[in-house]
């Protein structure tokens, strides 16, 4: 019996976000992350590695200034209702005071049992730090 699905399984998550709650914050505040995800492998979950799927915020102040949130201030994803091969997940990030006021794009990654991973965002996915 194969609890895993098919072997031959090629195709990765699909996900969906639910919320970004609140998408404006100050710095010191904290926003909830939100979102579906579903593979008929399930999405991977071992003790010694957490979720292989993340939910995090990124921007460009310009070409050779990268920002991101460092993964300390971001709570481990916990599954919150489903199961691993459809479920809604959340983590919450903690903005830190010493963040830079900007729009930052969210990025979702996910990757199944088989090592099938997709990832992506969009311009609506977004936080603003003020």
Known sequence: MNLRGPSSDV???SFSLISVNPNIVNRGGSTTIRWSASDPTGIKNT???GWYMTARFHGSLYDDKDLWFQESAYTDTV???GDLRNGIFE???EVPF???PFSYTLTITATDWR????????PYWFLRVE
């Open 115 to 122: 090592g099938n991973t997709s990832w992506g965002s969009n």
């Open 47 to 49: 003790v010694a590695s």
């Open 91 to 93: 983590t919450v990030l």
């Open 79 to 81: 599954l919150v209702s």
């Open 11 to 13: 195709t990765a998550p």
């Open 98 to 100: 010493s963040s830079t």
